[in-house]
Every structure is written in C-alpha cells, then in structure tokens.
T-cell receptor
Framework: GIQVEQSPPDLILQEGANSTLRCNFSDSVNNLQWFHQNPWGQLINLFYIPSGTKQNGRLSATTVATERYSLLYISSSQTTDSGVYFCAVNAGNNRKLIWGLGTSLAVNP | GAGVSQTPSNKVTEKGKYVELRCDPISGHTALYWYRQSLGQGPEFLIYFQGTGAADDSGLPNDRFFAVRPEGSVSTLKIQRTERGDSAVYLC????????????????FGEGSRLTVL
C-alpha cells in the first residue's frame, strides 16, 4: 500500500520563527489533508490540498502531485502552534486515509 | 450540528466489559468514518459508512468490534469483552458525499472518545 513519510519527526522553534514541514508519499493520491493535533488531542483541519497551493493566514501549503510531496509552511510561529502536524492521503479504490507519523512541533516563548 | 460530536469524551472500564461510543456527524454529511489512535501514532482506519450501510469495515480488528448507523446520521461503535489493548482514542469523522467515486472528500474530525480498559 501507499507509504506516507513526514519530516522532520520533531521540531523546536523559538516564537516568531518560520518552518517548513514535509510529507512524501509513494503513489498517486486522490486526496491529501494536513491536520494539526493540539495538546488536547483535537484534530483540526488545516488544508485539503490534493494539488496546488493554498494559504490561510500564517499557514500555507503546496502539493506537487507529480513529484509526490506536500509542504506545510508556518510563518511567524506562535506558542499555540505547538502540537503534532499530520499529513494524511487517500489513494486507490477505497476511502481510507493513510497517515504519516506526524511532526511534533514545540514553539517556545 | 456545527461540528462532529462524540460522547463520552472519556470512558474508563474494566477488562471484559461492553462499551458503546457515539458519534453525531456534521448535519448533511453522508459519509462517516471511525478511526482509532494510540499514543504516538497516527489514526488507524476502522470503518466507513456511506448512508446507513458499512461500505468498508476492513479496519475493524476483530469480531468484538461492531458499528451501526441505523438512520444514516448518528453512529455507535460497540466493543464487546474489552481488552487492555483496546485502550486508545476513538475518533469519528464525517464528510460530504464525494463527487468523485473514489475520494474521501475533506474529512472533519470530532474531539474523540478516550477509552481506558483497566
């Protein structure tokens, strides 16, 4: 089945810094989503982005489907950005989301 | 409702007991999913409903797990004879009916039900 790899696994930032998170996937996808799981466990939709570029405030994402990767950019990070960022994809003839292991982000004040 | 609602938020039970977890999806969403997340891992697919029927239950770990969605809205995940290994956060998500035949569409998750089996 399709493999999803995220990097880096862990990231520590000082408040105000920028960062780029990467998601590589091993096959063509129908769907790709980025989620933020906050320290209370809630999974929050960031982007639904099977291809192209989207921006929402300090966050933006780009998926290059032909090269099988997606990037999540966080600018001017804040302590509330802390948590785990997951990339999840859907591929093939089913409706399962396949998840990476996440990037654990800590933003220090 | 405004978002996906799951109850209970926390459930502690003893090994061997029966547990029910409830999910109320976003109004108008026809697709409903159950996932399970263990500590330090990404969510793991359990089952998918399109309307009232379970379109894909290939992720259910064994026959102790069962889920229903009798009226095409609220769903209940049922776990019989719970084991310590069933301890996890059980997540429910919903999405609108995808326009493409094989695409999940955008999924929206509830806050999860944390199950602890002692």
């Amino acid at each position: 089945g399709i493999q999803v790899e995220q990097s880096p696994p862990d990231l520590i930032l000082q408040e105000g810094a920028n960062s780029t998170l990467r998601c590589n996937f091993s096959d063509s996808v129908n769907n790709l989503q980025w989620f933020h799981q906050n320290p209370w466990g809630q999974l929050i939709n960031l982007f639904y982005i099977p291809s192209g570029t989207k921006q929402n405030g300090r966050l933006s994402a780009t998926t290059v489907a032909t090269e099988r990767y997606s990037l999540l950019y966080i600018s001017s990070s804040q302590t509330t950005d802390s948590g785990v960022y997951f990339c999840a994809v859907n591929a093939g003839n089913n409706r399962k989301l396949i998840w990476g292991l996440g990037t654990s982000l800590a933003v220090n004040p | 409702g405004a978002g996906v609602s799951q109850t209970p938020s926390n459930k502690v039970t003893e090994k061997g007991k029966y547990v029910e977890l409830r999910c109320d999806p976003i109004s108008g969403h026809t697709a409903l999913y159950w996932y399970r997340q263990s500590l330090g891992q990404g969510p793991e697919f359990l089952i998918y409903f399109q309307g009232t029927g379970a379109a894909d239950d290939s992720g259910l770990p064994n026959d102790r797990f069962f889920a229903v969605r009798p009226e095409g809205s609220v769903s209940t995940l049922k776990i019989q004879r719970t084991e310590r290994g069933d301890s996890a956060v059980y997540l429910c998500a919903s999405s609108t009916n995808p326009t493409r035949r094989v695409n999940t569409g955008e999924l929206f998750f509830g806050e999860g039900s944390r199950l602890t089996v002692l």
